[in-house]
């Protein structure tokens, strides 16, 4: 099934389906776990459209390339295009929130990395972004200071605050655009707290969006 932006209640958003631009080492804890080495610069990579799928039922990872690991991230929307932007036009250009996962393959991401190549195949492969349902802007009333879990199999995994980013999301939304033009119907994801690990079939996971939504998958 082709993947559609929709909202959290499931019905759909009147949005192409874009490209995922992506921050890495936007959360200390998360550098820190990694033994990342940081830099002035920000990390941003990008995830094809072919990355997306729904985040439920169930999502599938790839077998036989190592681990998969889980990233969850909060995910912005965008709907009007957004090139060279400063923090008032990100902010009028939003439509909503949500939570998705940055599947990763760590094993063949440590490799390049040893090469010195680039990850893409990493973190672009076929539903490598499940994503969540989307929560309009006017909902939510500080999405920078929002806490979001991940537990997989009743244990907690992740546990985050939008207000720990180390680049605010009309920051590092801005600093996009300067690079890449968004477009209606891209989304950002802004970076993951400690608690990356893998995933396996089988594998329940529940996701929580402050008190704005929780939601139950399964890895495939």
Known sequence: MSYQHRTIDGQAIDLPVGKVVCIGQNYQDHIAEMQSKTAPQALF??????????L????????????????????????????QADFATVNDAIWGYSLALDLTLRDVQAE????????????????????????????????????????????????????????GISQLISEMSQ???????DIVLTGTPAGVGPLQRGDELQLQLADVFSLTTRVD
């Open 56 to 83: 439920t039922p169930g999502f599938s990872i790839p077998q036989a390339q190592g681990e998969v690991h889980n990233e969850t991230e909060l995910a912005v929307l965008i709907a009007k295009p957004l090139k």
């Open 179 to 185: 690079h890449f033009t968004l477009l209606p119907g």
């Open 112 to 167: 390049l990395k040893k090469l010195g190549r680039p990850w893409e195949v990493a973190k672009g492969f076929d539903g490598a972004c499940p994503v969540a349902g989307f929560v309009e802007k006017s909902q939510l009333q500080h999405p920078q200071q929002l806490e979001f879990r991940l537990t997989v199999n009743g244990q907690l995994r992740q546990d985050g605050n939008t207000a720990n980013m180390i680049r």
């Open 45 to 54: 990579f990008i995830k094809p459209a072919t990355s997306l799928c729904a």
